[in-house]
């Protein structure tokens, strides 16, 4: 895009709203954030050049060290930059090859021609996928050893990369380039006018290898459940002892308690402190650290369900007790005119009913 152009348009639309850029434009948004006053609050992208240094850098991790770089329109600076960042790392062993609108047959003779003419060439960057996937087939019939990558994903360079017909992409991160402007400028809004500290908040260069496919086919599709499911958080075994002895002690304590509750449960005091809710509390209590022990010693599905299903309904059975015998201290404190009150333990049992209930209904 032409920011000659562009820019007045944006500097208007500034004048009303705030506004943040995406995808080309890095290069002019220090201009425009200071002509409008600081109305063009961000840029979201990926800086062209530097995606350049990070495929020649791959380039060279995977033992190659001579390269073209296929340019389909020469007039676009975004993909000048990319081809200039490739020679800036592999120095004078890269050249850009101009492929200006050529289809793939003649891109792929360009390509041909212009290894012909330097033997050393060992790999090729498209500085966008329609040149990287022309000269698959000549690495296919004429240069097996070619090394091939390519700026931006499709469907297709991620099966080449899965057939290890190409080595890398670099990607720019679309998605987040349309997902980031949103979020910022909801919290320019709520914040009233707060802005990131950065001016240019970077998608990219990102680097794609095989082993990334399956992710990257999930964030293709606005990242849904990905196939590999969550991520294992891995505890150490020490860590996983301490929690089980120390959920070990608490369960003895709550059980020591609850045994001093039933002994004492015809004293006054204790009678009027609800040793049937006090019960509950602790049972509750034993159920969560329970699970604390399941947590630590069983990573299976099963074990990992049952622990769940006891944390909650512990929490819920704990903060269930609590809530009922803190309802009836209300309901005695409330009653101004002193009125003779009696509250049984039957009563106000539904408090704790509706708290597990609900427990249950989330799980």
């Known amino acids: 895009p032409d920011s000659s152009i562009l820019g007045p348009a944006i500097l208007e639309l500034a004048q009303s709203v705030p506004v943040i850029t995406l995808n080309s434009g890095l290069d002019v948004i220090e201009q425009l954030h200071a002509q409008s006053g600081g109305n063009v609050l961000n840029h979201v992208g990926m800086p062209e050049f530097e995606g350049g240094v990070v495929a020649g850098q791959q380039f060279l991790r995977f033992g190659h060290t001579s390269a073209i770089c296929l340019n389909l329109e020469p007039t676009n600076l975004a993909l000048a930059d990319r081809c200039a960042?490739?020679?800036s790392v592999m120095?004078?062993?890269?050249?850009?090859?101009?492929?200006?609108?050529?289809?793939?047959?003649e891109t792929q003779q360009i390509a041909r021609d212009a290894i012909a003419a330097n033997p050393s060439v060992d790999s090729v960057l498209g500085s966008s996928i329609n040149p990287a996937e022309a000269v698959i087939e000549l690495k296919q019939t004429d240069h097996p050893e070619l090394g091939?990558?390519?700026?931006?994903?499709?469907?297709?360079?991620?099966r080449h990369l899965d057939d290890d017909l190409m080595l890398f992409a670099i990607h720019q991160q679309p998605y987040l380039q349309g997902y980031l402007p949103v979020v910022m400028l909801m919290l320019h809004v709520a914040t009233y006018g707060q802005t990131m500290q950065t001016l240019v908040m970077k998608t990219g260069p990102a680097v794609v290898l095989k082993d990334q496919t399956a992710?990257?086919?999930?964030?293709?599709?606005?990242?849904?459940?990905?196939?590999?499911?969550?991520?294992?958080?891995?505890?150490?075994?020490a860590?996983?002892?301490?929690?089980?002895?120390?959920?070990?002690?608490?369960?003895?304590?709550?059980?020591?308690?609850?045994?001093?509750?039933?002994?004492?449960?015809?004293?006054?005091?204790?009678?009027?402190?609800?040793?049937v809710f006090l019960f509950g509390s602790l049972f509750g209590a034993g159920m969560g650290y329970t699970a604390l022990i399941l947590y630590s010693v069983d990573a299976s599905t099963g074990a990992c369900t049952t622990a769940l299903w006891l944390l909650?309904?512990?929490?819920?059975?704990?903060l269930g007790n609590?809530?009922?015998?803190?309802?009836?201290?209300w309901r005695l404190f409330a009653n101004k005119n002193m009125q003779q009150m009696r509250l049984r333990d039957i009563d106000i049992l539904p408090i704790v009913l509706v708290v597990l209930g609900l427990a249950a209904v989330i799980l």
């Open 85 to 87: 960042g490739v020679e």
């Open 239 to 275: 860590a996983r002892i301490i929690f089980s002895v120390m959920a070990g002690i608490f369960i003895l304590i709550c059980l020591g308690l609850m045994v001093f509750v039933f002994v004492k449960r015809k004293l006054k005091v204790w009678h009027y402190a609800s040793p």
């Open 312 to 318: 909650v309904l512990g929490v819920a059975l704990l």
């Open 215 to 237: 992710a990257r086919r999930c964030e293709a599709f606005g990242f849904p459940l990905c196939p590999e499911g969550p991520q294992e958080v891995h505890v150490s075994e």
């Open 91 to 105: 120095g004078f062993t890269s050249q850009e090859v101009e492929t200006p609108l050529a289809n793939a047959f």
């Open 148 to 158: 091939i990558a390519t700026f931006d994903l499709s469907d297709n360079v991620l």
């Open 322 to 329: 609590v809530f009922a015998k803190t309802y009836r201290t």
